[in-house]
């Protein structure tokens, strides 16, 4: 998985390219916690649009840095998840605490 930042004013925005699944989870994790802290961001987006494939996993990834950027005041959302990705947020309960925004500029525009 190949991941690039992008900071505009006090968000974050993570471009997530490849498969998220155990392979690449613990990476991703880290490379994401590292930019939270060290800019300490209060806002994230996370743009699926390069996914192709996720698991539990990835899951596991977001709903990780939701609970960070939120006990730290912030907010977190996901843009451009592709329908199979899409499914895995359904079936996993996401949604009901992660907003999804269709673009990155319309979750810039709402976060």
Same mark, same amino acid.
Request: with cysteine.
């Given at each position: ?5 992008e900071k505009s004013d006090e968000?974050?925005? %993570? &471009? !997530?390219?490849?498969?998220? =699944? &155990? &392979?690449? @989870?613990?990476?991703? #994790?880290?490379?994401?916690?590292d930019r939270i802290e060290r =800019? ?5 987006? !996370?743009?699926? *649009?390069?996914?192709?494939?996720? =698991?539990? *996993? ?6 990780? #840095? ?5 006990? +730290?005041?912030? +907010?977190?959302?996901? @843009? =451009? %998840?592709?329908? *199979? %990705?899409? #499914?895995?947020?359904? !079936?996993?309960? !996401? ?9 990155v500029d319309e979750a810039v525009?709402? %976060?």
């Amino acid at each position: 998985m190949y991941l690039k930042f992008e900071k505009s004013d006090e968000t974050l925005i %993570v &471009h !997530l390219i490849g498969e998220l =699944d &155990h &392979h690449s @989870a613990e990476e991703v #994790r880290v490379k994401i916690d590292d930019r939270i802290e060290r =800019d300490n961001i209060r806002r994230v987006i !996370l743009n699926f *649009s390069g996914v192709t494939f996720m =698991d539990s *996993s990835g899951i596991g990834v977001v709903v990780g #840095r939701y609970k960070k950027v939120l006990s +730290n005041g912030g +907010n977190i959302c996901v @843009a =451009d %998840v592709n329908k *199979s %990705v899409n #499914r895995v947020f359904e !079936l996993s309960g !996401l949604f009901k605490i992660i907003k999804k925004f269709n673009t990155v500029d319309e979750a810039v525009r709402c %976060v």
